[in-house]
């Protein structure tokens, strides 16, 4: 069992910061995309930003300019910096990593979630 170990979440006022990081496995971590993805009360989960294992990234609109993943493959951890945080950012924010093998099996696993309050 794959296991992906989040933290920094918390609560902060708008305008504010926090860090989240992810730990994964050295096992795997090298070779997988890892994403950050978010789920807020009442709505589906939503890819937040991703990082491949040649140091791609991408993001939702919603958190374009604001938000930066990173990989640090020495530490086999992904972080997700948040800045300048809205309301709208609260949510249960889960850690991804996944594979898609040459053979097309996938293969993709999810942190136990850690939250994320934005509210003054």
């Known amino acids: 069992q794959v296991q992906l170990v989040e933290s920094g979440g918390g609560s902060v006022q708008p305008g504010g910061s926090l860090r989240l990081s992810c730990a994964a496995p050295?096992?795997?971590?090298?070779?997988?995309?890892m994403g950050w993805y978010r789920q807020a009360p009442g709505k589906q989960r939503e890819l937040v930003g991703a990082?491949?294992?040649?140091?791609?990234?991408n993001y939702a609109d919603s958190v374009k300019g604001r938000f930066t993943i990173s990989r640090d493959n020495g530490k086999n951890t992904v972080y997700l910096q948040m800045n300048s945080l809205k309301p709208e950012d609260t949510a249960v924010y889960y850690c991804?990593?996944?594979?898609?093998?040459?053979?097309?099996?996938?293969?993709?696993?999810w942190g136990q979630g850690t939250q994320v309050t934005v509210s003054s």
């Open positions: 990082v491949t294992s040649g140091g791609s990234t």
């Open positions: 991804n990593a996944d594979l898609v093998s040459m053979t097309y099996l996938r293969y993709t696993y």
């Open positions: 050295g096992s795997i971590f090298s070779m997988y995309t």
